[in-house]
């Protein structure tokens, strides 16, 4: 049986949901106000004018909006959660881009295109983190299918930090056709496979990149396997046969860095 990247060993759901059109968190909040981001209003905790919470007011200042003091315990109910940081953001729902947009992206940097493409990533966290990297990483967006795996929602926004609204995501009806398009445009597609033979290490990143992460229990579908360019492993020499999809999905975007550094 193929073992693949990404797969999910010891992550538990966490108790607090994030309600939907929030943000919460400092650096979420911050990120959000500094991205062009529809901000409606923003509580902070009655009080709390240190740290990062002194630059949110001064750049909501900056952007007219709306701040409101609030007691944690309102907070509390507004974001659905108890670990908000003393911060909360009511925003508008985040627009999606196209995949054309994205290599249009890459094009006007002069640059060849890097895309991260998530075959059915259900874990909010996961797919948080791998916009976080990616953002961080350079890639010219992230793709998501529409109906198999999670979107944007409020617990994606706020596991990516803030990254969220620096990186362009788009939403395909089927991810299959997606990526027979980016074939024709020049784009090579990998597949994370623990099970293939050649290592990341042993493979060319320098051309146009679609890096494909298969989900968290069962990783790439067939279909996504068989339409990639490549399948791609990460040696691993411990007793654990898999990685988080999201440190899978970093340890790769990384190598794709470290080879164009050095072209």
Same mark, same amino acid.
């Given at each position: 049986?193929?073992?693949?990247?990404?797969?999910?060993?010891?992550?538990?759901?966490?108790?607090?949901?994030? %309600?939907?059109?929030?943000?919460?968190?400092?650096?979420?909040?911050?990120?959000?106000?500094?991205?062009?981001?529809? /901000?409606?209003?923003?509580?902070?905790? %009655?009080?709390?004018?240190?740290?990062?919470?002194?630059?949110?007011?001064?750049?909501?200042?900056?952007?007219?909006?709306?701040?409101?003091?609030?007691?944690?315990?309102?907070?509390?109910?507004? &974001?659905?959660?108890?670990?908000?940081?003393?911060?909360?953001?009511?925003?508008?729902?985040?627009?999606?881009?196209?995949?054309?947009?994205?290599?249009?992206?890459?094009? &006007?940097?002069?640059?060849?295109?890097?895309?991260?493409?998530?075959?059915?990533?259900?874990?909010?966290?996961?797919?948080?983190?791998?916009?976080?990297?990616?953002?961080?990483?350079?890639?010219?967006?992230?793709?998501?299918?529409?109906?198999?795996?999670?979107?944007?929602?409020?617990?994606?926004?706020?596991?990516?930090?803030?990254?969220?609204?620096?990186?362009?995501?788009?939403?395909?009806?089927?991810?299959?056709?997606?990526?027979?398009?980016?074939?024709?445009?020049?784009?090579?597609?990998?597949?994370?496979?623990?099970?293939?033979?050649?290592? /990341?290490?042993?493979?060319?990143?320098?051309?146009?990149?679609?890096?494909?992460?298969?989900?968290?229990?069962?990783?790439?579908?067939?279909?996504?396997?068989?339409?990639?360019?490549?399948?791609?492993?990460?040696?691993?020499?411990?007793?654990?046969?898999?990685?988080?999809?999201?440190?899978?999905?970093?340890?790769?975007?990384?190598?794709?860095?470290?080879?164009?550094?050095?072209?």
């Amino acid at each position: 049986m193929k073992r693949e990247l990404g797969r999910r060993t010891d992550e538990a759901p966490e108790a607090e949901t994030l %309600r939907e059109g929030v943000v919460a968190g400092r650096n979420a909040v911050l990120e959000a106000i500094k991205s062009a981001a529809s /901000i409606e209003k923003i509580y902070v905790a %009655r009080g709390e004018k240190q740290g990062s919470i002194v630059r949110i007011l001064a750049l909501a200042r900056e952007k007219n909006i709306v701040v409101q003091e609030a007691d944690r315990v309102k907070l509390d109910h507004i &974001s659905g959660i108890t670990t908000h940081q003393g911060v909360v953001a009511y925003l508008g729902q985040k627009d999606y881009c196209t995949v054309d947009d994205m290599l249009e992206a890459a094009r &006007s940097r002069g640059e060849a295109p890097f895309l991260i493409l998530c075959d059915e990533i259900a874990d909010p966290h996961n797919l948080g983190a791998i916009l976080r990297t990616a953002e961080v990483a350079g890639a010219h967006g992230v793709i998501v299918p529409k109906h198999r795996g999670v979107g944007i929602t409020p617990a994606v926004t706020k596991a990516s930090a803030g990254a969220v609204f620096h990186v362009a995501v788009a939403k395909v009806t089927n991810l299959v056709r997606t990526m027979e398009e980016l074939k024709q445009k020049g784009v090579w597609l990998y597949g994370t496979d623990a099970a293939a033979q050649a290592t /990341i290490y042993e493979t060319d990143f320098t051309g146009g990149v679609g890096l494909v992460i298969g989900s968290e229990g069962a990783g790439m579908s067939r279909l996504v396997r068989e339409t990639c360019d490549f399948l791609v492993s990460i040696p691993m020499f411990g007793q654990v046969n898999s990685l988080n999809a999201s440190v899978a999905a970093g340890v790769v975007m990384y190598e794709v860095v470290r080879q164009r550094c050095l072209k």
